[in-house]
């Protein structure tokens, strides 16, 4: 796996600008100094080499020399050796320093040391005259004393010499009686030198490192870069190591291991002996607890501790509490435990909560499962989850929880507690994961609880019909469809029960998503509207009017909307929050398909506001509401606002990627080149199902073919789109009508290169993909009118859209089809309706109407600069200088075609554009076939592209043609 320093720097361009500036103060003839502080492994040797490439590029000599550990026995001024030796400076010339040039058995020159510390100072004076120079010293903190000495008088005797020295030292080896800290505190003290502090590297920034050091060996899953990101702690040393070891919550890596052990076997057995008990105990542990179980007079614990922070060990909070500094060194000390010894301290600290009643119940559920007291782990374990489900903290709950059914087995005695025992603790447990958005574990919960059979037929049927809730939020419609028939068969009609109320309203849903099953739903529907209203059931009464709503999708927007609005406001003073989020998210949906971005942007902010101060921010309503929160930023021009918001997300669970994956749109359509995240994102959507990911994923695939020009790439990703969709969505896939219209743009693009050049045969290939692609769309088209109906705004812009894009493939563009899909899209559309103007003036050009098509180039071209959509941008361009548009872009140059190709590609280029085969071509340049052949390759590999068809029409597109 290639090393960190391999890679380009992240995340520390605020700290490489403050060096830059310390550069640019050497090139102007000012000395500086900068003292790199950080702890080891967190990218200080990074950022040196970083300022080192700077510095060069700038005209600077750089010179570095390394400290070495070699415990007390110091080899005097190592590093400046290190640093001289490699200048081959004669050391007849300067006698004074001679033995650091490697001159052989060289004596120290009389006077001790002063005159080799001159010496040193007047080679680097000369060495400055001719060129300033950067001096780079790495790992000062193992510095010996002569080095640290000829430093210090380095720092205060060049005062007029350009030259820039650059210090690093691990601040975590510092310990109080270190002797690099008093110099450290005189050297900050002179003009000129600065202390800079490297802290841990913010999340974001981490991620990006892992994924870059995963990309060689395939990339690595989003949630192995998570977890490789919340272990390391900003470190990338560490996350190096964890990444190469597979990480996934397991033990450390060997080497990672040594390392961090190194550290606590520096200090005494009593502070080793608290470090132990502090590392059972937890990342953050109370003075009052660790005095407890220590073991340790008062005075011995004290001086323990006290050296523990003196070595950068352990840290103290404001509130009092100790912590080790780094999680991963808590790891380490508890994994060198021996198994006795752990049980034995976990049994001392959960009698010590027992007996004092300090403590979560999570703490005592993890210590006494820990020390085998499992009865007692049991009760704690339900108790946790109860405390956690109170705070709003579904994930933990559900980690609790499944610590319960881990240990049920075990604790017979505990079973008539219960309520409905396991079957009712795998209901709470699915419960706790639908709320934390861990939908496929939910699933695999609630088919475990009917795996059980309970003789209770409500009990049975509540199993059932919660299985198809789940069911439906993970795509699974046939299974949740064969759930819901079996909750209504096991949940009698008599007595009216609320399980009876869920299940009709739950299969009246189930028979609507599938389709064909109108009378049913409506039956089921009207059966729980009824019920609930008997029974007072205002949550089970919303969803089934969120259903009803839903089945009437072509009626009146208006009263539609006033019943979600109701639906909303019941399951809210019901305490019903997710149904209150699905109700929510269909009034945004309406908004949204209508046209309206703003109304539902109004709709999608407080509702995400309240998921996430609720805990249940990933649940599966609240995160489809993020995901429309995104779309409605793309279409609407936001692009920074989604791109801020999706790089502060953090780790979601799979079954939300899909959020995440939308904002791959932005990066597309500014020209980055995201095709491996791409792919990656498919591939799990794939794996899991997941219709929104698979159509977000295959969205962003097209398009990013269709800016490359890749017309083979934008069909094989529509096609294997839509074929996917289909299988999840048997019914209602329309969206294939998007994935369709934006993948037959690069492919009516290649028809019409084919045309230009004259090759018929490929351009009636083009047209016979595209028409294939057509009608699959034409398919879904049918099916939605069949089952749901005719559709808002969204659906028909899309459709007019479809309709532009297939007369272009047909080589009859119409401006007015483009006119007419932009205007539906409306002006809250700025993404969509500028690239139908794009459209509109291709075509208008045709027709002859310059001015027209001016002013749509224009517009177009406006919104592609506001939203630095830099391919669409270049083609508007393009375009206006083929068209010999007059639309203001006088001043920008065109592309010089003789900057991108060699004269000899140029011209094979345009023989290719005027229909000539590789052979004509050879015989017009005088050239071999063969010949021709190396140079189209090299043209197509620097356009991007795949075939000769493909190049033509890129290099037209982009003014490339000769």
């Known amino acids: 796996m290639p090393q960190w320093e391999d890679r380009p720097l992240v995340g520390r361009a605020a700290e490489l600008d403050r060096l830059t500036e310390h550069v640019e103060r050497a090139r102007s003839g000012r000395p500086s100094a900068v003292l790199v502080a950080g702890d080891a492994g967190v990218g200080k040797s990074r950022l040196l080499a970083a300022v080192g490439e700077v510095a060069r590029e700038r005209g600077l000599r750089v010179l570095t020399g390394h400290c070495i550990d070699l415990g007390d026995v110091g080899l005097p001024y190592l590093p400046f050796v290190d640093l001289l030796r490699p200048l081959g400076a004669d050391p007849a010339a300067h006698p004074a320093v001679a033995p650091l040039l490697g001159a052989p058995d060289a004596p120290l020159a009389e006077g001790g040391r002063l005159p080799l510390f001159e010496g040193v100072a007047a080679l680097l004076g000369e060495l400055a005259a001719a060129q300033p120079v950067l001096l780079v010293v790495e790992d000062l903190h193992w510095a010996d004393r002569s080095s640290r000495e000829l430093l210090r008088y380095l720092l205060t005797r ?191 600290v959960a009698g010590r909560l027992r007996a004092d009643g300090t403590g979560t119940a999570a703490e005592l559920a993890h210590h006494a499962r820990e020390s085998n007291d499992l009865p007692a782990a049991f009760e704690a374990a339900l108790r946790a989850a109860d405390e956690a489900n109170a705070v709003g903290a579904p994930a933990e709950a559900l980690q609790q929880l499944e610590g319960a059914l881990t240990l049920w087995p075990a604790v017979p005695d505990r079973h008539a507690e219960v309520p409905d025992g396991e079957v009712g603790l795998l209901l709470r447990a699915a419960a706790a994961a639908r709320a934390a958005g861990e939908l496929h574990r939910g699933v695999a919960l609630l088919r475990s609880a009917g795996d059980l059979h309970p003789a209770d037929p409500l009990l049975a049927g509540r199993v059932q019909y919660t299985l198809a809730q789940a069911l439906i939020r993970v795509d699974d419609l046939a299974g949740a469809v064969r759930a819901s028939t079996a909750a209504l068969e096991l949940v009698p009609e008599q007595p009216l029960t609320p399980d009876r109320v869920w299940a009709t309203a739950t299969r009246a849903r189930t028979a609507w998503s599938v389709g064909g099953e109108d009378e049913v739903a409506r039956a089921a529907a009207g059966e729980a509207l009824a019920g609930a209203e008997q029974l007072g059931l205002d949550g089970a009464w919303s969803d089934t009017m969120i259903s009803l709503a839903r089945m009437t999708e072509e009626g009146d927007p208006a009263v539609r909307t006033a019943s979600l609005t109701q639906a909303r406001e019941r399951a809210r003073r019901a305490g019903d929050v997710d149904v209150e989020m699905r109700a929510t998210f269909n009034l945004a949906t309406i908004a949204w398909e209508a046209g309206d971005l703003a109304g539902a942007a109004a709709y999608l902010k407080p509702a995400v506001l309240r998921g996430a101060e609720l805990g249940i921010g990933w649940s599966f309503y609240v995160a489809e509401l993020r995901y429309l929160r995104v779309l409605v930023g793309l279409a609407g021009g936001e692009w920074d606002a989604v791109q801020a918001t999706v790089d502060g997300l953090g780790r979601m669970p799979d079954t939300a990627a899909h959020v995440r994956a939308a904002a791959l749109h932005v990066a597309v359509h500014r020209g980055a080149d995201v095709r491996d995240q791409v792919e990656q994102a498919w591939a799990t959507g794939d794996r899991l199902g997941h219709a929104a990911l698979v159509l977000t994923a295959s969205s962003a695939g097209i398009e990013l073919a269709g800016w490359r020009g890749d017309a083979t790439a934008a069909v094989a990703a529509a096609e294997r789109g839509v074929r996917r969709l289909r299988e999840i969505w048997p019914v209602d896939f329309l969206v294939a009508v998007r994935l369709v219209a934006v993948a037959l743009g690069p492919v009516a693009d290649a028809a019409a290169g084919a045309r230009a050049g004259g090759d018929e045969e490929t351009a009636h290939r083009w047209v016979a993909a595209g028409e294939r692609l057509l009608v699959q769309a034409r398919e879904a088209q049918e099916l939605f009118a069949e089952h749901v109906g005719e559709g808002g705004t969204e659906v028909r812009a899309w459709a007019l859209r479809l309709a532009a894009e297939h007369a272009r493939l047909r080589g009859t563009g119409d401006p007015a089809a483009w006119a007419a899909a932009g205007a539906e899209f409306g002006p809250a559309q700025v993404w969509e309706q500028a690239r139908c103007r794009w459209r509109e003036a291709e075509a208008l050009l045709v027709t002859g109407d310059r001015g027209r098509a001016a002013d749509r180039v224009r517009a177009a071209h406006a919104v592609a600069v506001s939203l630095g959509a830099q391919p669409l941008r270049a083609r508007l361009e393009a375009l206006a200088r083929r068209g010999r548009l007059d639309v203001g872009l006088a001043g920008r140059p065109a592309p010089d075609a003789a900057a991108v190709f060699t004269p000899r590609e140029a011209e094979v280029l345009g023989l290719v554009a005027k229909g000539l085969t590789n052979r004509q071509v050879g015989a017009e340049l005088y050239i071999s076939e063969k010949t021709v052949s190396v140079h189209l390759s090299r043209v197509l590999a620097k356009l991007g592209v795949s075939g000769r068809t493909e190049a033509v029409a890129v290099a037209a597109e982009r003014g490339l043609l000769p």
Do not use: I
């Open 158 to 348: 060049l005062v007029a010499e350009p030259v820039l020295v650059v210090a690093s030292y691990r601040s975590d080896d510092l310990h109080r009686r270190h002797p690099l800290r008093p110099v450290l505190a005189e050297l900050v003290r002179l003009p000129g030198v600065e202390r800079l502090d490297l802290a841990p590297l913010p999340d974001a920034d981490l991620a990006d490192l892992v994924r870059a050091a995963a990309a060689p060996d395939g990339g690595a899953p989003e949630r192995l870069v998570a977890d490789v990101v919340a272990r390391a702690e900003g470190n990338a040393f560490y996350a190096e190591e964890l990444l190469a070891a597979g990480s996934r919550g397991g033990e450390l890596p060997w080497a990672l291991s040594e390392v961090l052990l190194s550290r606590v076997e520096e200090l005494g057995p009593a502070a080793q002996q608290v470090l132990r008990v502090a590392a059972v105990v937890g990342r953050r542990v109370r003075h009052d607890l660790l005095a407890a179980v220590a073991g340790l007079p008062e005075v011995d614990l004290d001086a323990a501790l006290a050296e523990a922070v003196h070595r950068h060990v352990l840290v103290v909070d404001p509130d009092g509490r100790l912590r080790f500094r780094h999680a991963l060194l808590r790891e380490a000390v508890l994994a060198d435990l021996l198994p006795g010894e752990r049980t034995r301290v976990h049994a001392a």
